[in-house]
């Protein structure tokens, strides 16, 4: 890539976050107490996700 640096780890960081955002609302109004997330859990998650999409514009060309 002519010195480029790659953003496959950058978007590899992107999927976990949505991976772990999307489990975090799919978790918040689950039937079992002990596996339900909680706001604070659920803004963290949003907050990384948020954190390596900015990671990610900001590295692209």
Partial sequence: MGGTPSLQPLVEQVLACF??????RAARDGLLSSSRTSPHQEQRAFEDLRRAIEGLRNAAP
């Avoid at 991976?19 to 975090?24: E, F, H, L, T, V």
């Fill in 19 to 24: 991976d772990a955002y999307s489990r975090a």
